[in-house]
């Protein structure tokens, strides 16, 4: 218990002190009692894992100065009021202060319990929740915006990053709920741009007007409607990154215009003759073979060879199962941020169930489902039904197996001894399963 939660409890009269301290004790929990406010504040920091119990009249400070003094240091500690007889309409204008709860002098110990254990679970909670927030804040490495251990997302890394401060326009491939305007993200993040906005654009199902505007800008008066001047996404992108999505769909008369201004890094607005500069770089995105396109839908050879400079492709779910457990558990941290829930522990079963399963829409279904897991709706896996003809048995264990053996070279930063200590098998045998899965020790030490 002593690196428990604490309660700080301030009470000038020594007797009841005593007996609360007592019966709080009793209840399972840590105490610390005091006799005056000025004996409190220096128990207090920021982030205090408790909460405080105070009298309202003290000797020398009271307890609504106490409620103010605490509220500095952590605006998130509880404070619970104790009060006299008359009180009450102080206590409950201290509460609309920022104070918790109150209670009314003389109190059983039961209900000071109560009162104390609620405080106790909300403060655990905003603990949790700060806590989450902090680790989200401190991710600001690739490897925490672009997750996973398998070869080909460490690839996809190394990629990025040695593209990323060139000016060469990037060609994204991958099918829907991949990742690719994550991968654009990153590409502009680690640039020299990083600075500079972001715009991103849907190239599907926008009429051809409004996408001649929303890429180009126009000049007010260059149609019907266009009351003033509007800036494109070219224009507003100047000193960052556009990327644009879907860009199969762009329509073959822009594509030439596209094409054009990637050639000569110029551009005009709509309705104008006046050329200005471009000063962005550019991401396109797609989930088609450009060269082999629909019918329905033609792309331009060229603008194909003038996008794909650098070509990246980001692979399927599918083909990166050992990545599932660290992505679910990546994406439940972030659902749990988001809806103020605990993270779920993921039964071993229901594991089994998520690595043999299709992933048709790839890492955009597995945050998902992280979603409904950290949220207690029942999904396919949890209910106990199992899809497992998706996968053979043989491809379950060969992906699990893999999963293991890069997450403990991971977290033994490449050591192959500690690895093969953490798994329970032979430094030899190790070996021997590492050089089936094609793995080097190198790719998981420290730069």
Known sequence: MSDGPLILYVEDDP???????????????????VGTAEQAIPHLAPGFRGVVVTDVRLPGKDGL???????????????????????????????RQGAYDFIEKPFSSEQLNEVVGRALEKRQLSLEVDALRGRL???????????????????LRRAILNVASTSADVLITGETGTGKELVARCLHDFSKRATGPFAALNCGGMPEALFESEVFGHEAGAFTGAAKQRIGKIEFAAGGSLFLDEIETMPTNLQVKLLRTLQ??????????????????????TKTDLLNPPRDHPF?????YRLSVVVLEVPPLRERREDIPILLSHFMLQAALRYEREVPEIEGSTMTDLLSRPWQGNVRELRNMADRLVLGIPTQATSGARSMSHARLDEQLHQFELYLIKDALAVSAGRAAAASERLGIPKKT?????KRFGLSPQDYRAE
Do not use: W
């Not at 998130?76 to 201290?94: C, K, Q, R």
């Not at 804040?137 to 690839?155: H, M, P, T, Y």
């Not at 190790?430 to 590492?434: I, P, V």
């Open 65 to 95: 100065q106490l409620l103010a003094d605490v509220q500095r240091v952590d605006s998130g500690i509880p404070v619970i009021l104790v009060t006299g007889h008359g009180d009450i309409s102080m206590a409950v204008h201290a509460m």
């Open 137 to 155: 804040a401190n991710f600001q490495s690739i490897e925490a915006k672009l997750v996973g251990r398998s070869n080909a997302i460490v690839e």
């Open 264 to 285: 000569e890094r110029q551009f005009e607005r709509l309705g104008s003759n006046a050329l200005h500069p471009m000063d962005c770089r550019v991401m396109a995105a």
């Open 430 to 434: 190790l070996y021997d399963k590492m």
């Open 300 to 304: 331009r050879s060229d603008l194909y």
């Open 15 to 33: 007797a009841v002190r005593l007996g609360s301290t007592q019966a709080l004790q009793i209840a399972g929990h840590r105490v610390r009692s």
